[in-house]
């Protein structure tokens, strides 16, 4: 989310509670509003006779939840934290850098708002939309409000958020501000106060669907019966003006522009974009063409008339803004500029959000709308202005200190600082930083937060009781129509943490649902179930991205490459351990094969040299994630590309891989010295680590849809796994490993065919029993026929290849109806017919050959896969409904 405004709370002290008094909320702190309550508590006096009556709503809340019990309380929010963490919901701490992210908080409790307080808010959100709507027509029009001096220049062409690009820029649809929020504090007066506002990139949308749904279960009689307005028909009305509004008229293609899975609220974008029925995109995904925006797909280019927008608008563009990013699309603005692109919002709208802006809106109001301001905002005073400044220092020790810019490329910043909690000497200094560099801050009247309940549950100091904590709430103005907008009848409420004197989640704070009642009867639309006729269903054929198949092309092969290493990994680590470690060919062939695939560094001394020391560097690389092709980089990897096409995977699916690599990592992070992990322990991780990869490739063989991108996964398993067994085979007849039983064992196990092969041959070490089941048998899912007849058939159904014929890209791949067992099975001629003790040749060539066609092939494919449909390269490019 964006910078939160700093916001004192002040700690309610915890009572001792007697074991037989009936469980209530505790009052909240003196100045604060007291939510429960509804009124300003003045001072925390022992005389206090007992706690005040609840509000009428909050009443009826408590009433329907019956008598309050803290072990029902406390399953309440062990079932809420289990949904929320089942569900995936998770927010990503700046407080915690480099930290993964967390899951979302949710406190049990909802903050409710009367339908008289909500009238307040909504009659003062709708215009303060307007005005900014007029505000940023005008600055980036005639600026007239710069020539009258109504705005300082400063404020504008000096803020980073001020898009020179965008000047004389017409909206498509004659709207800039599709999205605005606000945020609120509750103030001891009983009214409700702006503290700041948000129109670049507002996040929570997603969040507080999350919340509602979450609570709205845990608590559905209070909910039903308390007239809790719903949320879907204010999420219809902007997804319909969107389209309405766009190019491409009620059919338009709309988007969800993210930055990434590393962005902190990534899980909000990929859960708005399926709420909403949104293509979820990265800049990477497009292209712009003839001042045209298309989405890169595997059936080749698909327009997109509109984008929501989910980034800071500097990185949108490298050709006209940030040069370094690489998050935007080259040719963006232009498109939008062009009129071919609606942008919800409008590029250029940041500047919007200084807080330096507030102190000069109800001027603003006065004259472009003709009205005063009826949702007040705290005073404010930019020090860019003598005036100001000289009124705003004697003020620091009861204000909030704030950057009137963002950080940018060519500032740090700072951090928003309250001067109650700063020292006479601090204040001196942060007063002479403001006299030097006035325009850089702002100072804002500080007002204590209302106070909410909030259960503590669990081992705190508080546990088993309803301790009142500071809540700033964020309401969120949506387009409906031209210049016209609605309220969302709910919110984001932010909760300050107990050691917290901020209401942020980026300090750790929490989150709240907001319930606002209503007199009338509430509006039941909604977007979770929407009403299809025949036609839709038959038009809804979801698009798979580039980079979304580029994603699960590699998380297949990753996949394959991770359960391959692993099996290798075991059936060296048992052959060293078991009877036939000093067998020379057997050693050989296992050096090799480590060494090929990544497992030991290349100087460690050959197998025969020093068993013991080549043992300790195998088990040591297993968990690094830093040393190409171990287990624990390849299951990193297989993370990251699931991450980043996590709206794709079941949470089952996706929770196996999360364990997969927890359990490596962590085994790996509690050894001092990793080489020193022994071998059968090393042995018991890797069977663990294997049947939790076999449930991984379960979820993808038989819990996603067969569509093109799970086409690109599997044929990313396929090409790995030609390209492993091939090498196998090769390196085997090379080490000549196959001559003696345990070699002939071990390939059988690392195909992960010994039952297999002793059901067909029982007891049998022939050569061409060996091919016929390892090669030729298409029975076999681990045989080279198998895998290479699988995937010629998976390129030949890939988009853009004809029905019923093989691909151009499908005859790469050798045709195992051409191979023959007596054919493989002719050995070379020698000087010498030299066989083994069981009769292998020394030599067989059209094997070998095959081998290497099979090798050959699995490189030849994935570069053309990544030419055609990744990076789109290829010769044949198409724009599909163009």
Excluded at 131 to 150: C, F, H, K, N, S
Excluded at 549 to 576: D, H, M
Excluded at 792 to 804: T, V
Excluded at 846 to 861: F, I, P, R
Aim: overall charge negative.
């Amino acid at each position: 989310m964006s910078q939160d405004p700093t916001t004192p709370r002040a700690q309610a002290p915890a009572l001792p509670m007697p074991d037989d008094a009936p469980l209530r909320p505790a009052a909240a702190a003196p100045g604060h509003l007291d939510e429960v309550h509804h009124q300003a508590v003045r001072s925390a006096s022992a005389d206090d006779t007992g706690p005040p009556p609840m509000a009428p709503h909050w009443a009826s809340f408590f009433e329907h939840l019956g008598p309050l019990d803290p072990q029902d309380l406390n399953r309440r929010a062990s079932r809420l934290q289990r949904q929320l963490r089942d569900n995936g919901v998770t927010y990503n701490v700046y407080a915690d850098a480099g930290g993964p992210p967390r899951p979302w908080s949710l406190d049990l409790f909802p903050l409710i708002v009367t339908p008289q307080s909500w009238r307040q808010i909504e009659a003062g959100v709708l215009q303060r939309t307007r005005l900014l709507e007029r505000v940023m027509a005008d600055i980036y029009g005639p600026q007239e409000l710069l020539r009258e001096g109504l705005i300082p220049p400063a404020l504008v062409q000096g803020h980073p958020g001020y898009l020179r690009a965008m000047r004389g820029a017409e909206p498509v649809g004659g709207t800039r501000l599709h999205i605005a929020a606000f945020d609120l504090a509750h103030g001891p007066d009983g009214n409700w106060w702006l503290v700041s506002q948000r129109t670049q990139a507002p996040s929570g949308l997603g969040y507080l669907l999350e919340n509602r749904i979450a609570i709205s279960q845990l608590f559905p009689e209070a909910f039903e019966n308390m007239h809790a307005q719903r949320l879907g028909g204010s999420y219809r009305a902007l997804v319909d003006n969107l389209k309405a509004s766009s190019p491409g008229g009620r059919d338009a293609h709309i988007a969800l522009l993210t930055p990434g899975p590393y962005n902190e609220t990534y899980f909000e974008h990929a859960y708005l974009a399926r709420y909403l029925g949104l293509t979820l995109v990265q800049g990477g995904d497009m292209v712009v063409r003839d001042e045209r925006l298309y989405l890169k797909t595997l059936r080749g280019l698909v327009p997109i008339h509109g984008l929501l927008k989910r980034m800071d608008d500097a990185f949108l563009d490298p050709l006209e803004l940030r040069a370094d990013s690489s998050l935007g699309v080259p040719g963006l603005l232009q498109a939008v500029r062009a009129g071919n692109v609606l942008m919800a919002n409008m590029p250029g709208s940041a500047f919007l959000e200084s807080p330096a802006l507030l102190g000069f809106l109800p001027a603003l109001s006065r004259q472009l709308l003709g009205e005063e301001l009826q949702l007040a905002a705290l005073p404010t005073w930019w020090c860019g202005e003598r005036a100001a400044m000289d009124a705003a220092l004697p003020r620091l020790a009861a204000c909030a200190i704030k950057p009137t810019y963002p950080p940018g490329q060519s500032s740090e910043g700072f951090q928003s600082v309250l001067g109650r909690e700063l020292s006479a000497r601090e204040i001196d200094e942060w007063a002479g930083r403001i006299a030097l560099q006035g325009d850089d801050h702002t100072v804002q009247a500080y007002m204590p937060l209302s106070q909410i309940p909030t259960w503590q549950g669990g081992s705190t100091p508080q546990a088993g009781q309803i301790v009142p904590r500071s809540a700033m709430l964020r309401v969120f103005a949506v387009s409906n129509g031209p210049q016209s907008w609605r309220v969302l009848p709910g919110g984001l409420a932010r909760v300050a943490h107990a050691r917290a004197e901020i209401a942020a989640m980026q300090r750790g704070g929490s989150s709240a649902d907001v319930w606002v009642m209503t007199d009338a009867k509430p509006d039941r639309t909604t977007l979770l179930a929407p009403a299809l006729t025949v036609e839709m269903v038959a038009q809804r054929k979801p698009l798979v991205t580039s980079r979304a198949a580029e994603n699960l092309y590699w998380l297949g092969r990753y996949t394959e490459r991770t359960e391959n290493t692993i099996a290798l990994a075991r059936l060296t680590l048992e052959c060293l351990g078991g009877e036939d470690q000093t067998n020379v060919r057997l050693l050989a062939w296992l050096d090799a094969m480590a060494r090929f695939h990544g497992l030991v560094l290349p100087d460690v001394p050959a197998l025969e040299q020093s068993r013991r020391v080549f043992e300790r560097s195998l088990i040591a690389s297993l968990g690094s994630e830093s040393q190409v092709c171990s287990v624990g980089y390849n299951l990193r990897a297989v993370r990251q590309a699931g991450s980043s096409v996590r709206e794709r995977l079941s949470l089952e699916h996706w929770q196996l891989i999360e364990r997969a690599q927890d359990e490596l990592a962590r085994t790996f992070a509690e050894l001092d010295r990793p080489a020193e992990y022994g071998a059968l322990e090393a042995l018991d991780l890797l069977r663990n680590i294997g049947r939790q990869m076999a449930a991984i490739t379960g979820a993808q063989t038989d819990r996603m849809t067969r569509d093109d991108g799970w086409r690109l996964l599997s044929i990313g398993r396929h090409v790995e796994r030609l390209g492993f067994l091939a090498a196998s085979l090769d390196l085997a007849l090379e080490a000549g490993s196959l001559a003696d039983p345990a070699g002939f064992e071990a390939m059988l196990a690392l195909f992960d065919s010994s039952i297999s092969f002793r059901a067909k041959f029982q007891q049998s070490r022939e050569m061409p029993a060996l091919v016929d089941l390892l090669v030729l048998n298409r029975d076999n899912p681990r045989s080279l026929a198998w895998v290479a007849h699988t995937l010629r058939g998976r390129l030949a159904k890939l988009a853009g290849s004809e029905p019923n014929e093989l691909s151009p890209m499908s005859l790469e791949v050798p045709d195992p109806a051409r191979w023959s067992l007596a054919h493989l099975c002719t050995s070379q001629p020698a000087l010498e017919e030299a066989t083994d003790d069981v009769g292998v040749p020394t030599a067989w060539p059209h094997l070998l050959e095959v081998l290497e066609q099979c090798g050959n092939a699995s490189h030849a494919v994935s570069e053309l896969i990544s030419a055609t449909y990744f990076t789109h390269s290829g010769a044949s490019e198409q724009s599909v409904g163009a």
